[in-house]
Nanobody, 115 residues
């Protein structure tokens, strides 16, 4: 059974930094891509924050471009999200995902940015 375990997150002041990590385990299939979505308080949908493919190509939401950096380690099946210059509007639950033979999700980790 595939498991995605997230770490990081927490409370930070605006302008600060946080680092999220996610490790995937238990899969028999290779990972095609990993990344992060987020769901803001009261939001109905998750939005893509950043993703990285197995060949290292990264893409970002316009709202985080230049502030967030995603990195991955194929050998360890991990993905990290370095978040700098955080803004109150970045407050959300952040979900890690891994695309294998299907999409798998982590449980989510709370990021709160105070103004």
């Amino acid at each position: 059974q595939v498991q995605l375990v997230e770490s990081g997150g927490g409370l930070v002041q605006a302008g600060g930094s946080l680092r999220l990590s996610c490790a995937a385990s238990g899969g028999a299939f290779s990972i095609n891509a990993m990344g992060w979505y987020r769901q803001a308080p009261g939001g109905e949908q998750r939005e893509l924050v950043a993703a990285i493919s197995s060949d290292g190509r990264a893409r970002y939401a316009d709202s985080v471009q230049g502030r967030f950096t995603i990195s991955g380690d194929n050998a360890k099946n991990t993905v990290n999200l370095q978040m700098n210059s955080l803004k109150p509007e970045d407050t959300a639950v952040y979900f890690c995902y891994a695309m294998m033979q299907r999409l798998y999700w982590g449980q989510g980790t709370q990021v709160t940015v105070s103004s």
